[in-house]
C-alpha cells in the first residue's frame, strides 16, 4: 500500500523517442523487445492486479495474466495468488465481447466504468466479467475505484499498462507511485499517435506531475528509466 492507504499504483510504458506508445494507427506492435517483454511479466509477478484501458484490451491480443508458469512460481514465491487480477477501464462501457481476454478464465475480470455506461451495456459487461463496477458520472474516479479494489478485492499493488488516456487520468489523480519507462531507438512521429499520458493534459505548469529519478540503465540502444512519485508542483 502507499503513504495514503490505497495501493500501491506502478505504470509500465514502452515509447518511442518522440514520446509514442503506438503509431498512428494506434494498433499495438510489440517495439520494447525481449528485455522489455520480461521486465513487464517480471513487474506482474509482483501485482495483486494488472490494469487496462478499454481501446488497449479491445486491440491488442492479450490477456493480462501473469505469463508462463516461471512468473507463476515467482507470484506464489511472493505470497501472492498464482494468477493476478485483471481490471479494465472503461467509461462509456463500450467493450469488443470477442477481445483475446475474455477467452481465457484464469482469474477474475473486473471492469471500471461510469454512469455513461447504459443500462443495457452494463448487463452485458456482466456477462463477461466477474464483476462491473461504476465510479464516476462522466469519468472514472480512480480514488474511489482504488479504495474499492482495496476493501473487495484486496488489492496492495496495481500496475497499470495504459493506454495515454488511463495513465494521464492516473496522473492528474496524484495516484501513480512509480513508472517503469523504456525509452526505444525509434521515431514514430504524428500527431494522432498515442503517447504516455494523453487525455486533455495541464493547462499550467504549476499543475504538473512531478517525478524524481530512481534508476537509469542503458540496453540494446534504449534506456530503462525508473521514476517515483514526487507529487504535485515538485
Request: glycine letters at 10%.
Amino acid at each position: 500500500m502507499n503513504r495514503r492507504g490505497l495501493p500501491f499504483v506502478f505504470l509500465n510504458v514502452a515509447m518511442t523517442a518522440d514520446g509514442k506508445i503506438a503509431h498512428a494507427s494506434r494498433r499495438f506492435e510489440a517495439f520494447g523487445g525481449p528485455r522489455d517483454r520480461r521486465h513487464l511479466l517480471e513487474l506482474r509477478a509482483t501485482a495483486d492486479a494488472v490494469m487496462s484501458g478499454a481501446r488497449t484490451v479491445d486491440l491488442d491480443k492479450i490477456n493480462l495474466g501473469p505469463g508462463p508458469a516461471k512468473y507463476r512460481r515467482m507470484r506464489v514465491r511472493r505470497g501472492l495468488a498464482e494468477y493476478n487480477l485483471r481490471i479494465i477501464v472503461s467509461g462509456a462501457g463500450t467493450l469488443d465481447p470477442n477481445a483475446e481476454i475474455f477467452r481465457h478464465k484464469f482469474s477474475p475480470i473486473i471492469i471500471l466504468t461510469t454512469e455513461r455506461a447504459s443500462e443495457a451495456k452494463v448487463r452485458r459487461l456482466r456477462t463477461l466479467a466477474d464483476e462491473v463496477k461504476v465510479c464516476g458520472q462522466t469519468s472514472v474516479d480512480f480514488e474511489a475505484a482504488l479504495r474499492w479494489l482495496s476493501a473487495k478485492w484486496n488489492v496492495k499493488r496495481l500496475l497499470c499498462e495504459g493506454g495515454g488516456e488511463v495513465n494521464s487520468a492516473l496522473f492528474q489523480a496524484d495516484l501513480v507511485d512509480e513508472l517503469h519507462l523504456t525509452i526505444c531507438p525509434l521515431i514514430f512521429g504524428g500527431r494522432h499517435a498515442p503517447t504516455l499520458a494523453d487525455g486533455p493534459g495541464v493547462p499550467r505548469l504549476s499543475q504538473a506531475t512531478h517525478l524524481r529519478l530512481a534508476s537509469m540503465k542503458r540496453y540494446e540502444g534504449g534506456i530503462f528509466l525508473v521514476y517515483r512519485r514526487a507529487g504535485k508542483g515538485g
